[in-house]
């Protein structure tokens, strides 16, 4: 991985990702001290395997899609592109993506749901106003002309359902196979 002190930070390969992984294991995570960072990567990827039981890429993103937050500053502006950066070469540019746009689906959930926001966690409603708030009318638009936008509100939706100390999921052991495969696939291509 690059220097830290240097700016960009990318991983070249899986270990250095399990690594860092680990060490989340023991960062209290944004949403409460009572779990750590790790707790709601994994809490999130189960959710994933129940709801995208085929996606892998889905669920490998839903684990490591806040592993940026010990990078960035208040407010979380940044660690969406940031964990994006430091995943595309190990996993693939689809899973750093769906990382990168999972800042983005917040802003858009708020502007085309009413309720939504009244569900958003209070770190969640805090970080949406450094993020950018509700997306425009025109913002809107050009979302909703995503590709992969089913699998970003999933992965949104996951996130926001991630966050419950305590809650008995498989853990980082059980996902190291599937980081694997994909690292294995990007090296492959």
Request: aromatic share 4%.
């Amino acid at each position: 991985m690059d220097d830290p002190r240097r700016g960009a930070r990318r991983f070249t390969d899986v270990d250095q990702l399990v690594d860092h992984l680990r060490e989340l294991g023991e960062r209290p995570s944004a949403e409460s001290d009572r779990m750590t960072e790790l707790d709601h990567g994994v809490q999130c990827a189960a959710i994933l395997a129940r709801t995208a039981p085929d996606d892998l890429e889905l669920q490998v993103a839903g684990l490591v899609h806040d592993l940026a937050h010990p990078w960035d500053g208040p407010g979380q502006p940044r660690h969406a592109t940031m964990g994006a950066t430091a995943v595309v070469d190990v996993l693939g540019p689809r899973v750093a993506e769906l990382i990168r746009s999972h800042v983005p689906t917040k802003r858009y959930l708020v502007a085309v749901r009413p309720d939504y926001a009244a569900s958003l966690s209070p770190d969640s409603v805090m970080t949406l106003a450094a993020q950018g708030g509700p997306m425009s009318a025109d913002e809107v638009a050009v979302f909703e002309r995503r590709p992969d936008r089913h699998a970003e509100v999933l992965l949104r939706e996951a996130d926001d359902g991630a966050k419950v100390p305590g809650v008995e999921v498989p853990g980082l052991d059980h996902w190291e196979p599937a980081l694997r495969t994909l690292a294995a696939r990007v090296t492959r291509t």
